[in-house]
């Protein structure tokens, strides 16, 4: 028998990484205090780039759409996850094309050759419906997209268990036992979980569990982010809106088609944190984000400020529903991804700053390598490159700042 690794939570990060260890001959318990995707994984608005700034990002986000693509394969089920309708910036000032242009240099260098800078009569004619006076050029990835997390967190729950996984849902961590500064069982409301490792996949979660198991205080700060839905109508077809990339203005606000009829709608406001969350307060929608609060609420201001730069989006009929998750949020909007300084058999994956679906198989990578080592790693191998991996670790030095975007 192999050894036993608890993997805490049993969303998109946790389910990868039990299948991606039990695969690998760990003795592998999944701990998920409510039920699969019940917290931000199933509250996310699923978008996957590549378009980042920093190499180390890039090549890891490369390796996650390649593994999306071929996930009937490498996970199983029937579907393909990922909608590979591309992801458009767009530009609003001559400083945003010229940090474009640095990032385009990065991502080309990395391997990302289909990303492009469109600019003038190009843009218009690639995206007729992109208002030309209102935006300088844009950065576009035909590879980047968006997920179906359902469909993510289901199927490697399951893949997990063909190759031997235990699932255990109502299984709130409640305390751990152990032998110095290791933790060697895992206390839950369903019994007492053997450990040699333990992983925390947990995110916006994290900074409460780290209490109970005794480990160390990391910056994630619970946020909470609505996305809108709103109807079609007017000069956009169904067959438009379906093939939409998610698009980003420069205001910040982006959307993406949800079905040929609704239209998804997000924009990273600031709201106060709330670290004492419950799993009900995360449907808990504040009045001035609401829809149903007037049309000076965010939802509408969202809305105002995607027509400005695609005017047929002004022409929809209106804004169906809000819906509400928490982003775990770090200083540079990376994510941790190593061992934990106090506790040297716990593994923290968590703070993706609103990344954690399109971060999973990277993850989940970086994960199964960790755990072979027993050890922080510099790299680990992806798609033929020696990825860098100390910009996620604990203790690293603030490094740049990633886009909050989706």
Not at 46 to 57: D, L, V, Y
Not at 209 to 222: C, D, K
Not at 244 to 258: F, V
Request: aromatic fraction near 8%; include cysteine.
């Amino acid at each position: 028998m192999g050894q036993a690794a608890v993997v805490i939570g049993a969303g998109i990060t946790g389910t990868l990484v039990a299948d991606t260890l039990a695969r690998q001959g760990w003795r592998v318990v999944i701990l998920e205090a409510e039920h699969v995707g019940a917290g931000s994984s199933s509250r996310t608005a699923a978008g996957i780039r590549q378009q980042f700034s920093t190499p180390e990002t890039v090549l890891g986000m490369r390796y996650s759409v390649d593994f999306y693509r071929n996930f009937p394969t490498r996970v199983g089920g029937v579907e393909v996850p990922i909608v590979q309708n591309g992801y458009l910036f767009l530009l609003g000032t001559g400083e945003e094309v010229d940090s474009a242009r640095v990032r385009l240099r990065v991502q080309h260098r990395c391997g990302l050759v289909e990303a492009e800078l469109l600019e003038g009569a190009e843009l218009s004619r690639r995206f007729p419906w992109v208002e030309p006076c209102a935006v300088l050029a844009a950065t576009w990835c035909p590879t980047d997209g968006f997920l179906h997390p359902a469909t993510v967190y289901n199927e490697a729950a399951l893949a997990a268990q063909r190759h031997g996984a235990e699932l255990l849902q109502r299984a709130a961590v409640v305390g751990v036992e152990r032998s110095g500064s290791r933790i060697d069982a895992v206390l839950s409301t369903r019994g007492r979980h053997p450990a040699d490792l333990v992983i925390d996949a947990t995110n916006a979660w994290s900074p409460r569990l780290a209490r109970i198991l005794g480990a160390t205080e990391l910056p994630i700060v619970p946020l909470k982010r609505c996305l809108w839905f709103a109807e079609r109508a007017g000069s956009l077809t169904q067959a438009d809106l379906l093939a939409m990339p998610l698009t980003i203005a420069p205001s910040g606000a982006y959307l993406r088609p949800e079905n040929g009829d609704s239209m998804l709608m997000g924009w990273s406001r600031s709201v106060p944190p709330e670290p004492d969350f419950s799993y009900d307060d995360q449907d808990v929608i504040p009045p001035a984000f609401f829809h149903k609060s007037g049309t000076d609420s965010i939802a509408y201001e969202t809305w105002a400020a995607l027509a400005e730069v695609i005017p047929a989006v002004g022409e929809f009929a209106g804004i169906t529903a809000t819906t509400a998750g928490y982003y775990g949020t770090t200083p540079d909007h990376n994510p941790f991804l190593g061992y934990d300084p106090q506790v040297p058999n716990l593994i923290r994956l968590a703070g993706f700053s609103g990344h954690g679906a399109m971060f999973g198989p990277f993850t989940a990578l970086v994960a199964s390598e960790l755990a072979r080592a027993g050890h922080d790693v510099d790299t680990v191998h992806a798609l033929g490159h020696e990825v860098p991996v100390g910009a996620f670790r604990i203790g690293r030095d603030c490094i740049l700042p990633e886009s909050v975007v989706i």
